[in-house]
Nanobody
Framework: QVHLVESGGGLVQPGGSLRLSCVASGSIFSAYSMGWYRRAPGKQRELVAVLTSGNSINYAESVKGRFTISRDNAKNTVYLQMNSLKPEDTAVYYC?????????WGQGTQVTVSS
């Protein structure tokens, strides 16, 4: 069983930055491909960033060049650095394995981009 806890969200003005963290417990974190997902109001959850166990990285086109995913296996933590934030980035952000495991969804962390 894996337990994921996201943090680091908040209210930020357009153009601002936030760094999200996701701490994993309960399994062999370094063996997993991990991703950050988000669910905007009225929309389906989408995958925005992937970091594989082999350290390959992919981003959704909407965040490419602005978001950076990274991980610290010693701390069982995956990060999402978000720069140049836009109002359309407003969403609840979650981390999970890739592909996602439905049993692992945490509470997420709310990111609101607004002036």
């Amino acid at each position: 069983q894996v337990h994921l806890v996201e943090s680091g969200g908040g209210l930020v003005q357009p153009g601002g930055s936030l760094r999200l963290s996701c701490v994993a417990s309960g399994s062999i974190f370094s063996a997993y491909s991990m991703g950050w997902y988000r669910r905007a109001p009225g929309k389906q959850r989408e995958l925005v960033a992937v970091l594989t166990s082999g350290n390959s990285i992919n981003y959704a086109e909407s965040v490419k060049g602005r978001f950076t995913i990274s991980r610290d296996n010693a701390k069982n933590t995956v990060y999402l650095q978000m720069n140049s934030l836009k109002p359309e980035d407003t969403a609840v952000y979650y981390c999970n394995k890739v592909p996602a495991n439905g049993d692992y969804w945490g509470q997420g962390t709310q990111v609101t981009v607004s002036s």
